[in-house]
């Protein structure tokens, strides 16, 4: 049986109905990171679909020193800060060292291991000493079943408030591949499984100095993945992509998002 996690007012896992995160990849600025929630909440409202807003306020591992990383901590903070206590939401963000886990535990409701720092013992560690939820992404280089140690260190420290997100493997050169078999292995060790269905669709790289994406592939990965009964979907979202400053080519545009939370909530009440 899959442990259900409380997020806020949020319930997730066990055998409840999908939940969303979503959000711009970055914090752009105040305005637009507003907007967006805003414009989430209409949209999740409008289909009974629980939301958690991610945001990231450092992108550490862009691909060029020269791409856009979001405001810095501080700053990105007092931000998610704002959006939690003026629309009520719970929020998500990214965590890169220890020395962001104090701080970032004030205001998020989720801290997010990322993928390429899943197996950071230390980080880990601190992050669950927090006491926050920890959704921790699995990295492109590990197989489902590595998460089994991953999850050890974390629930270590008596807090297993931890969900897993998949956002597929490395297949190649600049390349991802989403495995559906990740999703009830990955459930099996007893924690809510996310997939992360804008990533999946990333070609890391692929662009030379910033990565690809192909999200006409968005719709399709994230109904097959519903359909293994996972707990959530993770999608990158923006008012207008092209214009992102960060993974733009694999996001979803809001506009579009309506009809694609129809179509996998749908496909979650036949499953559960």
């Excluded at 931890?162 to 490395?170: A, D, H, N, P």
Aim: glycine residues 10%; proline residues 5%.
């Amino acid at each position: 049986m899959v442990k259900e996690i409380s997020v806020g007012s949020i319930k997730i896992g066990g055998n409840r109905p999908l939940v969303l995160v979503a959000g711009p990849c970055v914090i752009e600025n105040e305005a637009a990171t507003l907007r967006c929630a805003e414009r989430l909440m209409t949209i999740c409202n409008g289909v009974s679909i629980p939301l958690i807003f991610k945001a990231s306020y450092d992108k550490a591992n862009r691909t060029s020193v020269n791409s856009f990383r979001g405001p810095g901590m501080k700053e990105g903070l007092k931000i998610l800060k704002k959006v939690k206590e003026s629309l009520g939401v719970s929020v998500l963000s990214d965590i890169h060292s220890i020395e962001q886990v104090e701080p970032a535990a004030e205001v998020l409701d989720v801290m997010q291991i990322p993928a390429f720092l899943c197996r950071q013992t230390d980080l880990l560690v601190a992050a669950a000493n927090s006491g926050r939820v920890i959704n921790i992404k699995k990295g492109q280089f590990l197989a489902p079943w590595d998460m089994e140690n991953v999850v050890g260190k974390a629930v270590s420290t008596g807090n297993d408030n931890v969900i897993l997100t998949e956002r597929g493997v490395s297949f190649g050169y600049n390349n991802l591949v989403s495995d559906m078999r990740s999703f009830p292995i990955l459930r099996q060790l007893g924690y809510p499984v996310i997939f992360d269905a804008t990533h999946s669709v990333q070609l890391p790289g692929g662009l030379g100095g910033s990565s690809g994406g192909q999200r006409e592939f968005v719709e399709y990965l994230g109904r097959a993945a519903v359909a293994t009964g996972i707990d959530g979907i993770f999608m990158e979202v923006h008012e207008d992509p092209e214009k992102a400053l960060c993974d733009g080519p694999n996001s979803v545009k809001l506009d579009d998002l309506p009809a694609l939370l129809k179509k996998l909530k749908a496909i979650d009440a036949i499953v559960k």
